[in-house]
């Protein structure tokens, strides 16, 4: 994967990630970035009252006019450079013996590296895996998750569902339980934040649609369309589409923001079934409880409405 900065966007993920008690690896995966990217965005942008996405973006931007553009690789600095890897120095370390006084990418020693080694050199011997190929760590051009056919993402949906004007748009996700066993599809209805849940022993796609129609069937004429994430258990989203007469639309990878107010109330239930909660051990009647609690609760955007009241009194 091509080196990229963080984009304010990316900044916003990694706060909301964090608001839900994320860890740095699973938001590095989330957003397909190395887990070091996160932890040295949390190191030089974290304040005194935490990580805030505007600061952060702040910050860095000072950073960026403030330092040096352009580090000439002179052969001064690459005599520092060799004497360091026939120290047997990795590039990471030299790069940040380095970083007090200049700016010098690991990347660009191990191409230094390569490109000495063409010319009959020796010093890619110094390297700890000096005979095997090097990959970047950053990740694969490829979808980890697979393929799924016929998706329309959501640049084709209406605009209209942005506006959050008329019930019938959802956004869908599930959570997981411990070691991946079991899972809660969470649905929410983007007007009245009205919420729908449903526990599935996997999150094979067969049994996660069978979830998702059973829950929405009985609401079937509130449901115009379904916005959901791009796991695999959404697969079969023709079938949910075909099942409810409604149209499903995909994120885009990486982009959870995308569906923002899913992931709010991902977070809302996850104060009742915790990070590594064992799914196995709670019970519909547990899922359904929590259901009815989110949509009796009263919220301040809605007017300290409940969800129930706005849901079923709005069109």
Request: include cysteine; charged fraction near 30%.
């Amino acid at each position: 994967m091509k080196y990229c900065q963080l984009t304010p966007n990316k900044r916003f993920a990694i706060y909301l990630f964090l608001q839900q008690n994320y860890s740095l690896t699973e938001i590095a995966k989330s957003l397909n970035r190395h887990k070091s990217t996160i932890s040295r965005e949390m190191k030089r942008n974290t304040g005194g009252r935490g990580y805030r996405y505007k600061q952060a973006d702040q910050w860095a931007e000072s950073r960026r006019i403030n330092a040096k553009k352009h580090i000439k690789f002179n052969p001064e600095l690459k005599s520092i450079v060799i004497k360091c890897l026939k120290d047997d120095w990795s590039p990471e370390q030299i790069s940040a013996y380095l970083s007090e006084r200049m700016s010098l990418s690991h990347e660009t020693i191990y191409k230094f590296v390569k490109h000495d080694r063409i010319y009959g050199g020796t010093l890619y011997k110094h390297l700890r895996q000096s005979n095997r190929r090097r990959r970047k760590k950053y990740g694969s051009g490829s979808n980890a998750k697979g393929t799924i056919k016929n998706r329309v993402f959501i640049k084709d949906r209406p605009k209209s569902v942005e506006k959050r004007n008329r019930i019938g748009h959802w956004e869908g996700e599930t959570i997981v339980g411990k070691n991946h066993k079991g899972s809660i599809v969470t649905l929410v209805e983007r007007k009245s934040l009205y919420v729908k849940l449903v526990l599935c022993k996997d999150r094979t796609s067969k049994i996660v649609t069978k979830g998702i129609n059973k829950i929405l069937k009985n609401v079937s004429d509130k449901v115009t369309t379904i916005t959901v994430y791009n796991g695999k258990e959404f697969s079969s989203h023709q079938e949910i589409s075909k099942s409810l007469d409604a149209k499903v639309y995909f994120a885009d990878p990486y982009s959870f923001w995308q569906r923002g107010i899913n992931e709010s109330i991902n977070g809302l239930v996850r104060q009742y079934f915790p990070k590594g909660s064992d799914f196995s051990k709670i019970t519909k009647k547990d899922v359904e409880k929590v259901e009815r609690k989110l949509n009796n609760r009263p919220r301040k955007t809605l007017g300290f409405k409940t969800l129930n009241e706005v849901f079923w009194c709005s069109s």
